[in-house]
C-alpha cells in the first residue's frame, strides 16, 4: 500500500505547473468558420465565414490549401481561391464541391485578421459515418461501465483476495497519467496552441469523451485502491517489480518536468511522455493478475464482468478503427498508428486470456476430499 501512497506524492508538482498554463490566453480570432466540414463524394455544401464585428473596408480573404490527402487537392474537392467580404458586412458564404474521398485542410488569409482554417473531409458514406459513431458510444460506454463490477465485487465480499495488488499499482499509474494528457491537451490553450503549430493539419486526438473516460477511470481506480485499503486483503502487497516499475516511470515524470521548465522540451512533449507512461503500463499491467489466477488456479476476487466489458468495448474499438479507415480511405488509421491499435489487440488478448482461466480452466473450485476420522480407541 506504501507504493499506492507514494503514486500521489510524486503527482501534484507535475499538474501545478501544467494547470498554471492555463492562465495563458489565446490570441482572438476575428473571422470564424466551422472547424471540420464532412461531405459525402459527389455533394455540395455552403460554408459560411463570421466576422466579429463588421469591417469598415472591404476583405478579400484568400484560402490556401496546406494540406491534401492526394496529390492534387481539386481531385478531392473545388475550392474558390479566394473569398470577398464586402464592407460593413459581418458574413459571406462560398460554395465547395466535393469529388473523392480524401482530406483537405485550408486556411484562411486576409490583412485584417488572424488565422483561421477548415478542415475538409469526403467519406464514401454518412450512413457509415454515423454507425462508427454509434460504435463508438457503444465501446465508451461498456469501457466506462467496465470499472463497476469489479468495485461491486469487492463491496459485496468485503475482500479484495484476488484481486492483484501490482495491477492496482499500475492501473492507477496508469490513469493518472493518461488523465493528466487529456487535461494538457484539451483544457489549456497553451499546450492546445503548442500541438497547432506542430501539426499545422492536424486535428487535436483529444476530446471532451476522452478527457471524461479517463477522470472516470480514475476515480474508479481511487476506489478500488480504497476498499484495498479497508478490505480483507489476506496479507498481499504490492511486489518489488511493480514498486520498481512505478519508481521508474514516477522519476522519469520528474526529471522532465525539470527539463520543460528549463525549456529544453516543450509542454507538449512532456504531455506525450505522459502517454507514453500510460502505453507502457498497459503493456504490462495485466500479467500480475493473469499470473495470480494462474498461481491460485482460481479466478475467485477478479470480476469477469470488467473482463467482458472490456473485451466489448476493445472489439468495437477496433471495429470503429476499420469503419473509419475504409470510410475516409485511410488506412493509416490502422496501421499508421501502430501503438493504438496494436494496444487494443494486446488488451483483447489479455481478455480472452482472462476468460479461458475463468470459463474454462479454473471453472471448478478445486474440489476436497474429506479424510474419514480414525478410531483412536484401541
Given amino acids: 500500500m506504501a507504493a499506492l501512497v507514494w503514486i500521489w506524492r510524486a503527482l501534484p508538482a507535475q499538474l501545478l505547473v501544467l494547470c498554471m498554463l492555463a492562465n495563458i490566453s489565446e490570441s482572438g480570432v476575428s473571422l470564424s468558420v466551422p472547424e471540420a466540414v464532412t461531405l459525402e463524394e459527389s455533394a455540395t455544401a455552403t460554408i459560411i465565414i463570421s466576422s466579429s464585428s463588421p469591417e469598415h473596408q472591404s476583405m478579400v480573404i484568400q484560402l490556401n490549401v496546406t494540406f491534401s490527402s492526394k496529390k492534387n487537392y481539386s481531385s478531392i474537392i473545388t475550392l474558390p481561391e479566394q473569398v470577398f467580404l464586402p464592407e460593413e458586412a459581418t458574413a459571406v458564404n462560398f460554395t465547395v464541391t466535393s469529388h473523392d474521398v480524401g482530406q483537405v485542410t485550408t486556411y484562411l488569409l486576409s490583412n485584417n485578421s488572424d488565422l483561421d482554417r477548415i478542415r475538409f473531409t469526403v467519406i464514401h458514406s454518412r450512413v457509415l459515418s454515423v454507425i462508427s459513431e454509434v460504435i463508438g458510444w457503444i465501446y465508451f460506454l461498456a469501457w466506462s461501465v467496465s470499472f463497476y463490477p469489479q468495485a461491486w465485487e469487492n463491496w459485496r465480499r468485503k475482500s479484495v483476495v484476488g484481486l492483484n495488488f501490482d495491477f492496482l499499482a499500475l492501473n492507477l499509474t496508469g490513469f493518472i497519467a493518461y488523465s493528466v494528457?487529456?487535461?494538457?491537451?484539451?483544457?489549456?490553450?497553451?499546450?492546445?496552441?503548442?500541438?497547432?503549430?506542430?501539426?499545422?493539419?492536424?486535428?487535436?486526438?483529444?476530446?471532451?469523451?476522452?478527457?471524461?473516460?479517463?477522470?472516470?477511470?480514475?476515480?474508479?481506480?481511487?476506489?478500488?485502491?480504497?476498499?484495498?485499503?479497508?478490505?480483507?486483503?489476506?496479507?498481499?502487497?504490492?511486489?518489488?517489480?511493480?514498486?520498481?516499475?512505478?519508481?521508474?516511470?514516477?522519476?522519469?515524470?520528474?526529471?522532465?518536468?525539470?527539463?520543460?521548465?528549463?525549456?529544453?522540451?516543450?509542454?507538449?512533449?512532456?504531455?506525450?511522455?505522459?502517454?507514453?507512461?500510460?502505453?507502457?503500463?498497459?503493456?504490462?499491467?495485466?500479467?500480475?493478475?493473469?499470473?495470480?489466477?494462474?498461481?491460485?488456479?482460481?479466478?475467485?476476487?477478479?470480476?469477469?464482468?470488467?473482463?467482458?466489458?472490456?473485451?466489448?468495448?476493445?472489439?468495437?474499438?477496433?471495429?470503429?478503427?476499420?469503419?473509419?479507415?475504409?470510410?475516409?480511405?485511410?488506412?493509416?488509421?490502422?496501421?499508421?498508428?501502430?501503438?493504438?491499435?496494436?494496444?487494443?489487440?494486446?488488451?483483447?488478448?489479455?481478455?480472452?486470456?482472462?476468460?479461458?482461466?475463468?470459463?474454462?480452466?479454473?471453472?471448478?473450485?478445486?474440489?476436497?476430499?474429506?479424510?474419514?476420522?480414525?478410531?483412536?480407541?484401541?
Fill in 181 to 378: 494528457f487529456n487535461i494538457g491537451l484539451f483544457w489549456i490553450p497553451y499546450i492546445k496552441e503548442e500541438f497547432l503549430q506542430k501539426n499545422p493539419n492536424g486535428i487535436n486526438p483529444v476530446s471532451a469523451n476522452d478527457v471524461f473516460f479517463s477522470l472516470h477511470a480514475l476515480l474508479l481506480c481511487i476506489i478500488y485502491v480504497s476498499q484495498a485499503a479497508i478490505y480483507e486483503k489476506d496479507g498481499q502487497k504490492v511486489s518489488w517489480t511493480a514498486r520498481l516499475l512505478l519508481l521508474i516511470a514516477w522519476t522519469f515524470a520528474l526529471i522532465t518536468l525539470f527539463v520543460a521548465i528549463a525549456k529544453q522540451i516543450t509542454w507538449l512533449d512532456y504531455l506525450y511522455y505522459f502517454s507514453y507512461i500510460k502505453l507502457a503500463v498497459t503493456l504490462v499491467k495485466y500479467i500480475p493478475q493473469a499470473y495470480m489466477n494462474y498461481k491460485r488456479q482460481s479466478t475467485k476476487g477478479w470480476s469477469i464482468g470488467n473482463v467482458l466489458l472490456d473485451f466489448t468495448g476493445g472489439i468495437f474499438s477496433i471495429l470503429q478503427m476499420i469503419i473509419q479507415s475504409y470510410n475516409n480511405d485511410e488506412w493509416a488509421l490502422v496501421f499508421g498508428d501502430p501503438t493504438k491499435f496494436g494496444l487494443g489487440l494486446f488488451s483483447v488478448l489479455f481478455d480472452i486470456i482472462f476468460m479461458t482461466q475463468h470459463y474454462c480452466l479454473y471453472r471448478q473450485p478445486k474440489q476436497y476430499e474429506a479424510v474419514p476420522e480414525r478410531d483412536n480407541t484401541n
